[in-house]
C-alpha cells in the first residue's frame, strides 16, 4: 500500500465531512485525487490545503467558489512577495 495515499472515505468519517466536499475541490482544482482500485485517494502532500479548505468550509461557510478565490489570491500574494523579494537582491546588488 502507497503509504503517501489517504482513503477519501476514511479522511471523511474521520474528520466528518461530506464526501461530496472533497469532489467539489477536486472539481475547482484545488485538490487531486487518485483512485487506485475502485478506491478514492488524496495525496498527502495534500492535506495541509485540504484541512484549510475543510476549516473555510465549514467554520466560516465559505463555499467552494469562494475557497477557489481565496486560494488564487493567496497565490498571486507568494508570487508578489517572491518577485519582491528578487527585487530587493538586485538593488543590494546594485548599491
Known sequence: MNTDLIIIREYCIQNQIE?????????????????????RYIHVSELKHLDQYVRWYYDLSINVEGIDVIQNLLDKMDEMQTEIHRLKERLRLID
Open 19 to 39: 464526501p461530496e466536499l472533497i469532489i467539489q475541490l477536486e472539481n475547482e482544482g484545488l485538490i487531486r485525487i487518485s483512485e487506485v482500485d475502485n478506491e
